[in-house]
């Protein structure tokens, strides 16, 4: 289970990290996000719930076109908040494939000059970062490079 600790120890690493990207990765929605919310509203963090705050700027625009605009909206989003660290939740609607982006890439370059802390619904195995189910059309898969970004792994922590 995801304790503030783990995000507090995240964060002193953070300044030494390329990336200042911590990822929460968790099969347990609803839990992690509300100790996230606790944690954010504590720790001073800004909590944003991205499903709803990015949809809100996408759904103007075509389905087609809204590819074109994510990064832009996602860094208006990210500039808006003054805090030490944004808490992004919720983060499904990055992984729909018609915006055509690559979830992970964008999230590691929107952290270059902003602290993130992540939640990843999902599971690591095999050393790889796994969003959805194979089935699924908003499957992901990617390599775990340890030097770039934190992992919190919940999924593999006892109470």
Same mark, same amino acid.
């Given at each position: 289970?995801?304790?503030? *600790?783990?995000?507090?120890?995240?964060?002193?690493?953070?300044?030494?990290?390329?990336?200042?990207?911590?990822?929460?990765? $968790?099969?347990?929605?609803?839990?992690?996000?509300?100790?996230? #919310? !606790?944690?954010?509203?504590? #720790?001073?963090?800004?909590?944003?719930?991205? &499903?709803?705050?990015?949809?809100?700027?996408?759904?103007? =625009?075509?389905? !087609?076109?809204?590819? =074109?605009?994510?990064?832009? =909206?996602?860094?208006?989003?990210?500039?808006?908040?003054? *805090?030490? *660290?944004?808490?992004?939740? &919720?983060?499904?609607?990055?992984?729909?494939?018609?915006?055509?982006? !690559?979830?992970?890439?964008?999230?590691?370059?929107?952290?270059?000059?902003?602290?993130?802390?992540?939640?990843? &619904?999902?599971?690591?195995?095999?050393?790889?970062?796994?969003?959805?189910? *194979? $089935?699924?059309?908003?499957?992901?898969?990617?390599?775990?490079?340890?030097?770039?970004?934190?992992?919190?792994?919940?999924? #593999? #922590?006892?109470?």
């Amino acid at each position: 289970m995801l304790k503030e *600790a783990d995000i507090k120890n995240a964060m002193k690493i953070l300044p030494y990290k390329y990336y200042h990207l911590v990822i929460i990765v $968790s099969s347990e929605g609803h839990r992690i996000s509300k100790i996230l #919310q !606790d944690i954010s509203k504590k #720790q001073g963090y800004h909590y944003i719930n991205l &499903n709803l705050t990015l949809s809100e700027k996408l759904i103007r =625009f075509p389905i !087609d076109q809204r590819c =074109f605009y994510v990064e832009d =909206f996602m860094n208006e989003i990210l500039d808006s908040c003054h *805090a030490e *660290a944004l808490v992004l939740d &919720n983060i499904g609607i990055l992984f729909e494939p018609h915006l055509k982006i !690559d979830p992970l890439l964008l999230l590691k370059n929107l952290s270059r000059y902003r602290s993130l802390v992540v939640h990843w &619904n999902g599971k690591i195995e095999e050393g790889h970062l796994i969003y959805a189910t *194979a $089935s699924h059309p908003d499957y992901k898969k990617y390599k775990i490079d340890k030097y770039d970004y934190i992992i919190i792994d919940t999924t #593999q #922590q006892k109470g």
